[in-house]
């Protein structure tokens, strides 16, 4: 009897030092994004909610959109000053908006323009399993870098965008909602410029 009692404390004992052998597992880095695995968008503001697709015919094509595998640039001026009706909606602040597939991911964040109030606008949004968005304002400084980063804990993303350990804006989405994230620029008036770069880590 005393034999077999050691042989299974030895037994349970081989067991415990395999486990902590065993080296922990660690989440699988999101792959290097391409230019195709970044979607953009036109935008509005008033509908930020919602994507449009690039040939819309109803959403204006205002400022341009270049993306690569090192970054994503927002840029130019609103060419027209009369509001747009869109959806039976007269609508006014008007861009662009690139999503990126979901993943832990990180980069920065640099504007040439600020934030100013009917004048130019940028966001932050998460685009939802139901196709829709969760758009936040983001008040910048022109010249400063930002950083950005998106990030799964347990059962949600988080997608924050920082200075330095001041937080911007973020959102908390349960990952099985999450879809893609991305930022978008909009200008107001004619003539209004805007200028937006993200870079990846």
Do not use: C
């Not at 060419?79 to 861009?95: E, H, N, Q, Y």
């Not at 959102?171 to 879809?179: L, Q």
Request: aromatic share 8%; hydrophobic share 40%.
């Amino acid at each position: 009897m005393k034999t077999l009692t050691l042989l299974v404390i030895s037994f349970a004992a081989l067991l415990s030092f395999a486990g902590a052998q065993t080296p922990a597992k660690h989440a699988t880095p999101a792959p290097k994004l391409t230019p195709k695995d970044i979607k953009v968008f036109r935008f509005a503001l008033e509908y930020r909610d919602q994507t449009f697709p690039m040939n819309d015919r109803e959403m204006p094509d205002e400022l341009l959109i270049t993306t690569s595998s090192e970054r994503i640039h927002i840029s130019g001026k609103k060419k027209v000053d009369d509001p747009a009706r869109v959806k039976g909606r007269l609508i006014s602040t008007i861009g662009k908006l690139a999503l990126m597939p979901s993943g832990d991911r990180s980069g920065k964040l640099v504007v040439k323009f600020p934030t100013a109030e009917d004048v130019r606008l940028y966001s932050a949004s998460v685009q939802l399993a139901d196709g829709t968005l969760d758009t936040k304002d983001l008040i910048l400084i022109a010249g400063k870098t930002y950083t950005w980063s998106v990030k799964t804990e347990g059962s949600d993303t988080t997608f924050a965008v920082m200075d330095g350990a001041t937080e911007v804006a973020s959102t908390v989405t349960p990952k099985n909602k999450f879809k893609a994230f991305g930022f978008a620029a909009t200008v107001h008036y004619q003539g209004n410029e805007a200028d937006m770069v993200i870079t990846f880590d």
